[in-house]
Structure formats: C-alpha cells, structure tokens
C-alpha cells in the first residue's frame, strides 16, 4: 500500500449527539490533502498522515464524532520522511527501491523505541486516537526477514502490546498482518487489506484484476479472523481508475461481509459510502489573492446564494496551483467568478477535462480572454456585439429581480449559443444573436455587464434570479437544505454588543456610563437572550482609564450576572488590522486614521495578549465562576487569520463578527447580503447575521437614530427568502445619546413585534458550523441524516415537498413562511423523509422555543403527543394537524384557538421551558 499519506476517515458518534459505534460502518484511506472537512463527516474511521494533517482538522473531526487515527509505517521509512536521517546504519535491513525506503529492524529494540517515541506518541499528544499500522511485510524483502520470519512477527506483537500499553483507548488497525501471533489479536481492531477484486500496480501505474487464484489464497488468510474473531471488522480496500463503478464494486464488497473502500492509484479519490453522501461542496473559484478571498464577488456576491442552496462553498484562489485531486468524489460543481484578469490557462485546462453534466461548471464575470477559458462556456463565437442591443427571449427573472435596466451597448466580447437553455438573448445592431446569460448540460454563463446592474459607491443589483439560476446551472436536485434563520419554524432573533464605548459618559442626567444606560434601558426592559463583550483596556484598572475603571468593572459584573447575558470578550487592545498580527500586508494609510488599535502605552498588539489574555481578565475579574467567556467577538476588519481563529477554537470559544449585511431600499439587496461564514482552511469565522448601527450612523458621524434603519434590512432579508436572522448588533456608545438610544428602543420593539425564536448569538454560531462541518447522507429508500459538528434543528425543503411525518424520526413538522419550508428537525439523530403530499395528524407549525422532545403515536383513534420545549421567554406554541387537543399532564398551559380558528394554540403566562402531553383528534 502506498505510504505517502493514509487518511482513514472515521466519524464516531460527536459529543454533540451522535452516539458511538462499537465497529466502524464506512471507512476511508485518503491520501490526499484538499478534500473539505465536511466531506470527511462521512466516514466513521479516518486515518491522517501526521505532517499532512492540521491540529485544526484533527480537533474538528474529533469534535463531530470523528475518530481520528495516524497512518504509520511499521516495516520502513521512506528517504523523504523527515526522521529518515535519525535512522542508524545498523537500523536499516535493506531498500525497497519501488518507494525509496528503507526496511527497518523491527527485532532491535531500540527500531521499537524510536517508532514509539519518534511517530507514535507525538501523533497521540497533537490529538489522535489511534495507529493504522502499514508495510507489516516488509521484513520479507530481506534475507533475515525470510529465513527468520516468525521473529519479527513477535517483534511487531512487542510494538503492539507497548502502544496499547502507553495508550489503552488507541484504536490499533493493521494492514494484512496475518502472520501477527495469536496473543496480539484481541489488541487489534479491525484488519485492512488490499486487492481483494481490484488491484492497483504502482510500478507500472496500472490497475489490475486479482485472480481467483490470489483472492482464494487472500480468503484463506482471513478464514482464522472470520472464524476466531467476528467482530473486529475487516476492511477490502479496492481500486479502480474512474470512480464511474466504485459504488458497484463497493456494494458488493459490503455483500461479501468486508467494509469496503474504492478509490484510485494515489487513494486521493473519497470512496462510497452507505448510506450514500449527498455532494453539498461547491468549489469555488475567484482571481484575488489568497489572501483576499473574502473581498473577491465570488465570496461577496454568490456566498449566500450558495449557503441557502444547501451548499457549502469551498473557496480557491486562480492565482494558486489548480487542485491536484479528483473532483467528481467531494463537489456538485465548481462556480468560477472572473473580475481582475487573473485568470489561469493551466487551470481551465484542468478543469476543462473534467468539466461534464455530472461536474459542472459555471463562469461569471469578466469574458475569459485565454482559450482554455473560453472553453468552459462552450461557445460557438465570442465578440463584442455592435450597438445598440435589443432584447428577447428573456427568462421571467431579468430585469423583474432587482436590476431592471439591460446594458445595450457592452464593450466586452459575449457569447453566441448554438443549443443551450438562454436566459438572455440580445441581439445587435446588425442582426446577429448573443447570449450573456444561459446554462448547458455541463454548465452555464453569466456574464458582466448583464450578472449585475451596478450603482455608485459599489451598489449593485442583480438583473436575474441567481438562485434559480445556480439551481439550474449545478443540476441540482431536491434536497434538504441546513438552515440557520429559523427555529422552531420562526426567524431566529439575536442581540450582541461590542465593548467600544462602554466608559462613555451619556448625555442624560448624572451623566452615567453608556453601559449603565444600556443595562437599565436595554438589558432589563427587553429580557431577550444578549451576548455582551468589554474591551479590556477600556475597563480594566491597568488600561487606558483606571480612574473609571471601578465602576465600569461593577457594571460588567452585574450584566455578566444577568440571566439573559452570555460573556463575550471584544479584545485587549481592539485591533483594527488582525491580518497584520500575522504577518500579513499592512493597510493603506487613508484606512488607519484610528491607528492599528487603541493607544496603549507601551504595548503592540499580539495575538496571545489580545485573545488568551483578554479572555483571563474577563474570567478572573469579571464573571460567575459558572459562567466563564463563550464568544469571542472580533474587532476592526474582523478578518482573522488561521492562527486568530485557531486561538479562539482551542480556547473552546465561538467566534463572531464581520461581514458587511446592510441591504437597504436605496442601496444593495440581494448584492448587500454577505453569507454566513468565511472559511479559512479549516478554521471558520462566523459572520455577523446583520451589521452594527457604525453602518446606519454614517461611522458615528449622525444621523444618530440612523440604526431605525436596520428594520428596513431585516425586511428585505425577510422578502427575499429569508436570507439572514434578525440580528440587532451594536456598541455601548449607542447609549450615549437619547436618538440612539431611542432608535435601539425601536429597533427591539420592532424584534419582539415579529414571530421571532429568541436565541443567544453562540446557539445562532453553531447552527452557522453546522451547515459547513457536516455530511449529509441518504439512504436508499430516501432518509436524509447528518453528521458532524452539531445536529441541524431546521432545514428547508422545495415547496413540492413535504416531511414525511409518518416515516421520519426527530421530525416535528415544518412551517411555510417567506417563500420558504421550513422542517423542524429535533435530537441529535433525525432522519427525514419526504412525500409529496403532507401526512395525516398533527405537528407543530411554530414556536418561539426550540424544541427538545417530540414523540407522536397513533392508538386507538387517537394521537399521542409528547413535546418539550426550552426558551428565553414564556412559551407559545402553534399546533396544526388537529381539530382538538386534550391535555393530559399539568402543564402550566393555556389552549386557545388562533384568529382563523385552524391553529391550536397552547401558551406559558411565565415558563420558559415546558412539558406538554396531549391526546389529539
């Protein structure tokens, strides 16, 4: 088996809901490093070469349940393997010249020792929790090894008792090792093999059929572990050079009684699994500097568009190398954005040979210029067209979405489709006919000027529906989409406050601190669920204004102490440039009028001082010795880097903030809108659902009730499909001022008015990780389930569509609100199924309280009901499905009938967490 890496996946039941299996049901060897961490939720087992490997994905996998195990070779060491020049001579047996090894003495003990100390036990410090032993076999290349093989067999069982020995909890996996003896076997857990049908010769790159003769002997061999040992399983790793067969040749595998894994000759292709995977990966491809991916219009722009598709957005830069893996195991189709000219042959090169109606391909933006490029659109002609333009044939969307003034005179080349879905047909001034918007069996075209209709100051609107126009590109089908704007059936609600300010003095009687406004007008009078952060240095005695600093540290105690508060940290210093703590570019000089961040003396930012440290003040000063720092809110830019966001991860917090969602009437819509999360490698920044009022006040400058405006934003985000929660985020200078303070009053009135799920912004940033960590699998007579970090509570689904109540598990019902279907989805292990048409009985169609229990049976005529349900104001709850309800425990609940009598209603005068059992008809 080939040594260059083995990921051998394992998602395990999470810590959060998913319960362990005792043996794994689908593994995976990947030997690759590109495939997106969601795609790895999958599998129950995997195995990671350790300097190939993040400490951020080894966390992660180990988070949604994954286990995860370092590939180790017992029998040799490759020359380009970093500990190679600590081997000794005497060491060393021979060379197995077909990889550049070398065969180690496994019967030296001091061979044993450096194993267990130089590749074991660093890989189990950094996180793993276990060993996939390889080239146990190996010793066979070498004389000793033949005329002595009973040796080293002993010698590799020594190596194994003194890994179980130091690591009791290690999962151990061998690769064949038929000739271990006996007393080691119950220290294995399962046993790997390769070629069972299908094999791979690495020396001449070619893919071979085992012949009978080779997989009866092979059988032989696992006769003793078929009989002897039935529950530690057997894994057939097969291979083929297309994926076209591999759930084929898996099927039967798994009929023959092994866990099956199929990939290629360089096992950097993710094989089948069972139940199937659902691709929700979407690659995505922008021609900005790595660095700059969250400014490019394919982070900007299709970010959202992608996230409530259902599909999770794996960003590239054109600038990088293209991909070295297959695409057709992990992505539904790659979406590329041209807008500066750095665009890549080479890479369109690539992708052109693997462009088909099952990897599409979609190009927005700028014309391509290079010819392999232009190959993507599959176009007939491209030209620039004569003026003026005149239009028809147009899909029902453009110039009817938002933008509604088609370019006739565009300067740029567009294409001229022969057969293709048109969207827009334009012809020119000399008859001829061109298509800038359209889609084809392995793609589609959207290109500038007609993707967006653009205004001053980076105001745009699109000129057609992106969202069906994505669905029809990618050839999307029906499924679930994670959601993270709704609870329960209604629109989440959230409340954060940034630190800054919180020792302003406010322009009422006394002149009290603005955080003292905040609590008595803000906290106390709107009892909603709020996540409050300080800035250290405005606070603490050892900062910029120790004479305040008592009272200011009084008033963090007594919000942090508050019910409806959770402790969040806004920084030591606030930064305003985090990518410059890393090393990163500085600003431009007209972007740092307020420095690089507060003026402290004597002090430069750092990312140990600004995260660790501000994180203890707040924890040893500030909060309940039960209720310690849980988010981490960023500062400034709010663009962290890797090791930003890997510090706020390790700390155990959740991190928030940035993003740029402010659509308004006059200004952006649809193009305002950010998406939810910037992934960075396997890190993920949780955006801010909506921006602050810095936005509405012109930066502070006035008007000062400008954040009133902030509801028109929730509106539109409403209007269009509900696109966002309503998120209310500001600072405490807000209470500075009677207009800002009345704006926050209206703000909050405006909130409770609507059917909103109060929740904390940390509950809101973990339903965000859900939709990027995790994989979503299908069974075969079409049960929906997830797995990774988290549990989805709701996912939408097509309006032809119904949850099928009858089949479903953790299912609780669904409501249909903006344009949208919205399922609930409760405990840690739904399984959703669809129908056509809804099912009989009853369900809930909302509440504003998530939903922690929910049981329905049929006996008798009747329908049993039992629900829980846990929020941050009394309970309401709406029932549909039922004519008439009895309730059958002594639940402190009041029964009534909505206005249009089809509703049961069942509402808490003052619980916020209830228990109901109802008998139904």
């Known amino acids: 088996m080939s040594r260059t890496c083995l990921l051998f996946i394992t998602l395990l039941a999470s810590s959060f809901g998913f319960s362990a299996p005792s043996t794994p049901h689908n593994v995976a060897f990947y030997y690759g490093d590109e495939a997106p961490i969601g795609s790895l939720y999958a599998y129950d087992w995997v195995v990671l070469q350790q300097d190939r490997t993040s400490d951020a994905r080894l966390d992660l996998l180990d988070k949604g349940g994954t286990r995860p195990l370092t590939y180790i070779s017992i029998g040799e060491m490759a020359r380009s393997h970093r500990y190679y020049r600590q081997l000794k001579d005497h060491w060393k047996l021979g060379k197995n010249t077909a990889w550049q090894s070398s065969v180690l003495d496994i019967n030296n003990p001091a061979v044993q020792q450096f194993i267990l100390d130089k590749l074991v036990a660093p890989a189990m410090e950094r996180g793993f929790q276990g060993v996939f032993m390889d080239t146990l076999d190996s ?22 008792r003194a890994i179980k020995q130091r690591y009791p909890s290690a999962r151990l996996i061998v690769n064949r090792g038929f000739h271990l003896p006996e007393s080691v076997h119950p220290l294995i857990d399962a046993l790997a093999f390769e070629s069972w049908r299908n094999g791979y010769d690495a020396s001449r790159d070619q893919y071979t059929i085992v012949s009978d003769n080779d997989r009866e002997w092979l059988g032989g061999q696992l006769t003793h572990w078929r009989e002897e040992h039935p529950a530690v399983p057997l894994i057939a790793i097969d291979y083929a050079g297309r994926g076209d067969n591999a759930d084929d040749q898996a099927r039967r595998l798994r009929e023959e ?53 259902g599909l999770v957005p794996v960003y590239r830069s054109a600038q990088e190398p293209h991909p070295q893996e297959p695409l057709e195991d992990r992505y539904a189709g790659v979406v590329i954005w041209w807008e500066t000219g750095n665009r890549s042959s080479d890479l369109c090169q690539w992708l052109g040979g693997r462009q088909s109606p099952t990897m599409p391909v979609i190009t927005f933006g700028q014309a391509p210029v290079e010819t392999a490029c232009r190959t993507l659109l599959k176009t007939t002609r491209l030209a620039v067209p004569e003026a003026p333009l005149s239009f028809n044939s147009l ?32 012809t020119s001034h000399d008859g001829r006919k061109f298509h800038p918007v359209y889609t084809f069996d392995s793609g589609g075209a959207a290109l500038d000027p007609f993707v967006l209709e653009h205004g001053p100051d980076d ?92 009272e200011a540290e009084a008033l963090a105690r007594q919000m942090f102490e508050m019910d409806n508060v959770e402790v969040a940290s806004h920084t030591y210093s606030h930064p305003f440039f985090w990518q410059i703590l890393e090393g990163g570019p500085a600003p431009d000089l007209e972007f740092t009028q307020y420095g690089y961040s507060m003026n402290v003396p004597d002090y430069n930012a750092n990312l140990d001082r600004e995260i660790d440290g501000s994180v203890s003040y707040i924890n040893d000063r500030l909060t309940p010795p039960d209720k310690p720092v849980s988010v981490f809110l960023w500062t400034g830019d709010a663009r962290p880097g890797k090791r930003a966001l890997a510090k706020v991860r390790e700390l155990g917090l959740i991190n928030i903030n940035g993003g740029d969602t402010h659509p308004m009437p006059y200004d952006s819509e649809l193009a305002g809108v950010w998406p939810d999360a910037r992934p960075v490698g396997d890190e993920l920044q949780v955006y801010a659902p909506v921006m602050n009022e810095n ?70 940033a973990k339903r965000v990780q859900s939709q990027y960590y995790s994989a979503m699998t299908v069974t075969g007579d079409g049960g929906y389930q997830w797995r990774g970090i988290g549990s989805p509570s709701t996912v939408r689904i097509s309006r032809d569509r119904f949850p099928d109540l009858a089949r479903s598990e953790g299912v609780a019902g669904y409501n249909d609100v903006a344009e949208q279907r919205f399922v609930h989805l409760v405990g840690a292990e739904p399984m959703l199924h669809l129908s056509p048409a809804p099912t009989k009985g009853p369900y809930v169609e909302s509440a504003n309280a998530v939903i922690t229990e929910w049981q329905r049976n049929q006996a008798s005529g009747k329908w049993l009901l039992k629900i829980a349900l846990q929020g941050h104001q009394p309970v309401s709850l709406r029932l549909a499905g039922a004519d008439h309800c009895k309730i059958t425990n002594k639940a402190p609940v009041q029964q009534s009938r909505d206005a249009n009598a089809k509703r049961l209603v069942f509402s808490s005068a003052a619980n916020d967490r209830i228990r109901l059992e109802l008998e139904c008809s």
């Open 695 to 764: 936005v509405y006040t012109n930066l502070w400058t006035g008007p000062f009730y400008g954040f009133r405006n902030v509801i028109d934003s929730f509106e539109i985000l409403e209007a269009k499909g509900r696109l966002k929660p309503v998120g209310i985020y500001y600072h405490f200078y807000s209470g500075t001022r009677s207009e800002s303070l009345n704006a926050l009053k209206e703000v909050y009135q405006y909130a409770r008015s609507q059917s909103v799920t109060p929740l904390f912004l940390s509950d809101y």
């Open 139 to 160: 010793h066979l290349l070498t004389d000793q090894g033949k005329e002595d093989p009973a040796s080293f067999a002993e010698s590799q069982a020594r190596l194994i």
């Open 257 to 309: 009684g092994f866990i099956p894994y199929i990939s290629n000759g360089a096992l950097n292709r993710l094989g089948p699994t069972q139940p199937a995977t659902v691709k929700r990966h979407v690659l995505v491809i922008h021609d900005l500097p790595t660095e700059r991916m969250d400014q490019s219009a394919a982070h900007r722009r299709l970010g959202i568009i992608l996230e409530r598709l």
């Open 459 to 550: 105001q745009a609107f699109w000129l057609f529906n992106p969202f069906e126009f994505l669905r029809e590109a990618l050839r999307l089908g029906t499924f679930p989409a994670i959601d993270s704007t709704t609870e329960s059936g209604r629109r989440i609600l959230t409340a954060h406050i940034d630190g800054d300010g919180l020792i302003s003095r406010a322009e009422f009687p006394g002149s009290p601190l603005s955080a003292e406004v905040i609590r008595k007008q803000i906290l106390k009078q709107f009892p909603l669920p709020h996540t409050v952060s300080v800035i250290e240095a405005e606070t603490s005695p050892r900062g910029l204004y120790p004479d305040v600093s008592g």
């Open 395 to 426: 899909h029902p969307s453009v110039g009817q979405y938002e933008g509604g003034r088609l370019p006739t005179a565009p300067t740029s080349p567009l294409p001229a489709m022969q057969s293709s879905n048109t969207w827009i047909t334009a």
